[in-house]
């Protein structure tokens, strides 16, 4: 109402403006007399009659009251003549409090201002009841913002609000412009104080006025009810019946209901508030016992839900309960089994404060700085909680809880590997678990360890590693074993583990646990099995973008990047690694940006940026070595590696892939040197090194990386190739590239094909190089892999290949969903529209697609309109 009004005097129009209040709605002419007080003096421009009339009416004058017609006609000359003048505009708020002579004065004015230069705007709440009569009148419902429009009112005041935060608010106005504003400084305030986001928010002053007023003139026994249903929550009114007192029942919701406060759903017995804020009203008018009372009663009512049930009695709580205390804690591990990090802090904290002892005080508190640290990314909190721990109990820094937290805020900041190795190994070996391996304490120190050893990448961080490992019973957890003889040095001992990795596999449910999803993913990187983990992955992607656990969403954002290189989705990899990045850059995980950067780099450098590559693998470089994150500045050489390939210098290819792992060695506990075994023989090769080339091929055959998975026996086939004479090497490799591995490790399998491509050529076989070569080119369009298309493509005219003039693959090679998803691309649908019309997962038409490019022969969508298009000459056929 105050944009219109601003509106009408900006276009030089006159605003008379009142405002109905409950407070005067039983005073004849109250509003009628506030809407008129500027105008008092020209009613002496009126006739005798009227001005009479309407001087009473409006308490100007003595006398009795007037007959109600000769009131409206009076006030319709009054406005008549003030607008003679100017054009005016009658503005009348919150019209369903007025008073009912005015509501009569008001329906009478507005069916006859037809002709005159004067208008009558009049709001009301929804779901009101008023005195005036709208039939004849129109009527505009003004609807709450939508999402997009109240997402741009937030991020114009508010540009830094943290997305959950955000997210919750929109969640909690929705749409209302006044809560969209008032909220966020009370949304915010409870987020710093509790370090998570409150059930029931406080209301600032303002929102408490709008929504306490709809509440004010319920029966005291309803708004017992109604706070019950907002500290229960999920709106079952079977709680809600358990939860009740002799003296109450849900009979009692009845007159919220009639006022529109809540509505109950008879199919599913469920209750919710017409709006959120409502229930942050029913609190803020409650007093401290009846809160007390309700949360006792909500607790009685939810025995089997163990979780909720601890959050109420600790509401409940007004002094030190140890039996509590142990409810929350327990419910904090269940809640991080969801990877709902910042509710397990909260639990956490809440039960510290409940401890009867200042040891479980600081144990706990200890434990909600590690997950704090390791898992939400709130560093900042998780440093004050591990401060208030070793506060609380000066041993709790020798806690494994501590040591974690301490660790990861360490390698977060600006501390080294290898303080936080020495520091974390101490407090296992001095540490206070006997070596349980149902210590949970200590299953996680040693997860963290394993992280530690593996970033160091040498023998010697291995060595407590796995001497606390053998020391632990009855023996070490599935995921940790796995990952020990599948992560630390895969070419010695991966084999040992492939007999358990399938199990292990398997167990990835629907309901898995975050923390063990992301820690599967790991201990299957250098077997190759990422694959098999990509729709868990995806889960915890997903997660994260609702709000989840940022470095659950980092690791699998991690695993995703890598299997997408190794099966040519570079599409999918790129914006994934772009994601990671910005979530560490934003989500206080600055140490884990350096995998996306390596994932970018080897992209670029596999698409021919090679200046990207390399500035890329130099930031890596510039940041690890003072760290001691030696795993880091070994990965950096790979991009190096890829991008001097890429550009045929090959001696620089040499020496960038012998620091990650010198010719005639596979680098012990460096797991990462069987990604450029292929590398470092084919600029070996290139480079007249036979005897490192053919050194590094037995040092492969001799650990019999083959076994690890089907893409290693890939590589080894083709290092065999390029450095074995005769013919059964080719053979070999020919036989591999029949099987599934070419097909599904598309950038390996293309460079294999182009390899066996050139040894053919070069043995006088052209034609049956050509179909090799055919095939490394499919493989490297799919990819817009542009250094190796241009080499197969070279390869190809020194075999007598002519391509015909804008040859292009058959339709014929598409099956029927390949030809339906081509047709449907080529169109100019996204991946997402063509998911949603044929049902399948947007991911799903990604992979199809992949498949349909090198089948046609395009490199783009672009290239596949074309190639969906008959030829000007096939049309003319027809």
Known sequence: MTAAEELAISAGMRVLRASGSEFEADVSYSCLNQLFLPVHADLDRLPSGPREALSVA????????????????????????????????????????????????????????????????????????????????????????????????????????????????????????????????????????????????????????????????????????????????????RVLRAALSDRSSLADLAPAERAHLVRVDDATARMAFRHPLIRSAIVAMSTHEERRSAHIALAGALVEDRERRAWHLAAAATGLDEAVAELLEDAAHRVMLRGDALAAIAALVRAAELSSTSAGRGRRLAEAAYIGAEASGAIDDAKILLTDARRASPDSAGSLHAANAAVFLMINTDGDVNTAHRLLTGAIETGDHGY??????????????????????????????????RRLQPQPPDVLALASESFADPVRTGTAALPRVDAILQTLTDDADPTRIMRIGTASVYLDRLGDCRESSWRLVQQGREGGAPRRHLGALMHLCLDDYLVGRWDEAEELA????????????????????????????????????????????????PRGVAAAALFAHHPRALAALGQGDYDA??????????????ASHVPHCTWVMFD??????????????????????????????????????????????????????????????????????????????????????????RRHLLAARDGFAAM??????????GELRASGHRPAP??????????????????????????KQIAERLYLSHRTVGAHLYRIFPKLGVTSRAGLRDAMSPPAAEKTAR
């Open 578 to 625: 772009a994601e990671g990045q910005r979530i560490c850059d934003t989500s206080g995980f600055p140490f884990f940006a350096w995998y996306f950067r390596y994932n970018r780099a080897i992209l670029a450098a596999g698409r021919g940026r090679f200046e990207e590559a390399y500035a890329l693998a130099d930031e890596i470089t510039h940041w690890a070595l």
């Open 784 to 793: 817009a892999a542009e250094p190796w298309l241009a080499r197969v493509d």
């Open 58 to 237: 409006l308490g100007f004058g003595a006398g009795a009251l007037p007959d109600v017609l000769l009131v409206c006609n009076a006030a319709l000359l009054l406005v008549a003549e003030v607008a003679a003048d100017v054009p005016v505009v009658l503005v009348v708020d919150d019209v369903h409090w007025i008073d009912r002579a005015t509501a009569v004065v008001l329906g009478f004015i507005a069916r006859r201002l037809a002709g005159r230069r004067a208008g009558l705007l009049v709001s009301a709440r929804t779901e009101t009841v008023s005195f005036l009569d709208l039939r004849g009148l129109s009527e505009q419902v003004v609807e709450p913002l939508g999402n997009e429009a109240a997402g741009r009112l937030v991020d114009a005041h508010h540009p830094q609000m943290p997305a959950t935060v955000r997210r919750r608010l929109l969640d909690l106005a929705q749409g209302n412009p006044l809560a969209l504003l008032e909220l966020p400084s009370t949304l915010l305030g409870s987020v710093q104080r509790a370090g998570t986001q409150p059930e029931v928010v406080p209301l600032s002053d303002r929102l408490q006025a709008v929504f306490a007023a709809r509440l004010a003139g319920l029966p005291e026994a309803t708004r017992q009810v109604l706070l019950l249903a907002a500290f229960e929550g999920a709106g079952d009114v």
């Open 680 to 769: 470092l023989v084919e600029a070996a090769v290139r480079t007249g090194r036979t005897v490192e080339a053919r050194a590094h091929v037995e040092a492969m055959r001799t650990a019999n990386v083959a076994a690890l998975s089907p893409r290693m026996a890939l590589l080894q086939a083709g290092a065999e190739a390029l450095v074995l004479d005769g013919d059964e090497p080719a053979t070999r490799l020919e036989a591999v590239l029949a099987g599934a591995a070419a097909k599904r490790w598309l950038f390996d399998g293309s460079r294999a094909q182009l390899v066996l491509g050139e040894k053919l050529r070069r043995s006088r076989s052209s034609a049956h190089a």
């Open 806 to 831: 804008q040859q292009r693959g058959g339709l014929s090679a598409l099956t029927a969903q390949e030809l339906q998803i081509a047709q449907l691309a080529a169109s100019g649908m996204t991946n």
């Open 436 to 469: 349980r391996a149902d210590d949970p304490a200590l299953v996680e120190s040693m997860h963290t360890l394993l992280l530690l050893c593996w970033y160091g990448s040498t023998p010697d961080y291995w060595k407590p590693f796995f001497s606390v490992l």
């Open 653 to 666: 290819a040499f020496g960038y892939a012998a620091a990650m792992s010198p010719p005639g060695v596979l």
